[in-house]
């Protein structure tokens, strides 16, 4: 068992940065990481972690308000925390020089995740990012190269792997459903995201923001590599849309449909969108259904059994499984554990970190012990091509020439663009 203090640091603190990646950091700190590494697989490394500490240093965001109210919220949680605001374009630099913690969470918009990432690479700091590591391949590569070069882990925030539902679906039913021959995955967001959370929904998309869960999800548990990629998309109501913030519109996807063609033969269509209305009955739209040869799989979040009509609400389905609070046992009632595997991923990578970090392992022998960043360069390429080939095709379907193009992939994952109508 080894005794020693882990100093850990987070970017970013909005919608996830504080509901999921700040609170489960207040539990790190307050608790130790063995509580919560059974539902990662990680359960037989609790002994040689459970006399480590995790002190959270600092908070980084862009407005010195947010930082500040983001610090309460954290001591609500660890009374004990002392985490210090940092704020600017760049606060992770002053942060790492600064503070230097041993790991670093990322939790900034999907387009800025490369700089803070690379930034803590080059000082020797472990880093666990949200989900699309990045957005473009070259810096996917780039992150890659300087974590083996350091020997640093990156884990990325890919919780669906932990989700029971759609883990039991892969790993129990599939191998029981023959020759895998299709598949299809939705998530729809609701249009607050797009419209009011985010102020950066223009620089990426509804398929790079959740759609990479699901390729994550199924390249994973499927071990299936991509060989070419159509993509079409809608541009309707968020490039129209007009608001205080957004008076020119919000140029972006409302929605993209995105095919892919596997190295087994499976055919798999990704459906994402972030214009969902208010009065759907859930937080999203989401379901995953694989179809073999021998029989099917089929997974609805509305499905999972908690449904509820409140007066003025209309009727709603919950999923605790994702996120839910649990009173302690004896303690305030505001004061609480958060359980769900929206943490899964976030303890496995610091996990990781923690036992690379204490010399318990290497960064080599711990691949495929958690999402780390090497399985998220398929993804990345897939990102990047989807965006591509959606642009194009949105192109040509405006000026009435069809949908005619396409990506393949090579064994690298290196991106061609295939546009036959291309003078
Ligand atoms: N794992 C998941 O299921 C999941 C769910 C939602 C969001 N995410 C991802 O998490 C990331 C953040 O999403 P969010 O919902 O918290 O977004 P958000 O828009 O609510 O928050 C963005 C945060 O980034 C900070 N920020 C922006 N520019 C910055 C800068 N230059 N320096 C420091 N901080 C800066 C803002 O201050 C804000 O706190 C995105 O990549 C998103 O895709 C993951």
């Known amino acids: 068992m080894a005794n020693r203090t882990i100093k850990i640091a987070t970017i970013g603190g909005g919608m996830f940065g504080r509901d999921v990646v700040l609170r489960s950091l207040a539990d790190f700190e307050r608790c130790g990481i063995i509580p919560y590494l ?52 760049t606060p ?33 700091v472990h880093v666990v990012v949200e989900k699309p590591l990045a957005l473009f391949l070259d810096e996917a590569r780039t992150i890659v190269r300087k974590a083996d070069k350091g020997g640093l882990i990156v884990g990325t925030d890919m919780h669906k792997r932990y989700d ?22 939705v998530l729809e967001e ?64 409302d929605s993209l449909q995105v095919n892919i063609q596997y190295d087994n033969g499976m055919n798999i269509t990704y459906v994402n969108a972030w214009v969902n209305p208010d009065d759907f009955e859930g937080n999203v739209n989401q379901e995953m259904e694989v179809v073999g040869s021998l029989g099917r799989v089929f997974v609805d979040q509305q499905d999972r059994g908690l449904r509820c009509c409140i007066t003025g609400q209309g009727t709603r389905t919950k999923n605790p499984h994702f996120q839910a609070e649990v009173p302690r046992a004896a303690a305030s009632k505001d004061d609480t554990a958060c359980i769900g595997y ?13 036992r690379v970090i204490l010399g318990l392992a290497d960064r080599q022998g711990l691949k495929g012990t958690y999402p780390d960043a090497d399985s998220s360069v398929p993804l990345v390429a897939i990102v990047e091509a989807a965006e591509r080939v959606a642009k194009a ?19 690298e994952f290196n991106v061609e663009i295939i546009d ?4």
């Open 420 to 423: 036959p109508a291309a003078g």
């Open 164 to 185: 029971a539902f759609l883990r039991s679906a892969l790993v129990d039913v599939v191998p029981q459903i023959g020759d895998l021959l299709y598949a299809r995955a």
């Open 393 to 411: 095709n949105l192109a040509y379907l405006n000026a009435g020439k069809g949908a005619p193009v396409t990506a393949r992939f090579d064994k």
């Open 190 to 253: 609701p249009l607050e995201v797009s419209t009011k959370i985010f102020k950066w929904a223009a620089t990426s998309n509804p398929f790079s923001y959740v759609g990479v869960h699901w390729t994550d999800l199924l390249g994973y548990y499927l071990n299936i590599k991509p060989v070419s990629l159509h993509a079409v998309g809608q541009k309707k109501l968020l490039v129209n849309w007009r608001d205080e913030r957004n008076p020119n519109g919000i140029n972006t996807f």
């Open 92 to 124: 992770w630099i002053d942060i790492l020089e600064k503070e230097k913690p041993d790991v670093l969470f990322v939790a900034t918009p999907d387009s800025l995740h490369t700089p803070p990432v690379v930034a803590a690479l080059d000082r020797g």
């Open 38 to 89: 059974g539902t990662a697989g990680l359960d037989h490394h609790a002994r040689e972690l459970a006399g480590v500490d995790y002190k959270l240093v600092a908070i980084g965001v862009r407005h010195e308000k947010t930082g500040r109210a983001l610090v309460e919220d954290y001591r609500k949680w660890c009374p004990s925390g002392t985490p210090k605001a940092y704020w600017g374009e």
């Open 342 to 354: 929206c943490r899964d991923a976030l303890t496995a990578g610091l996990e990781a970190a923690s």
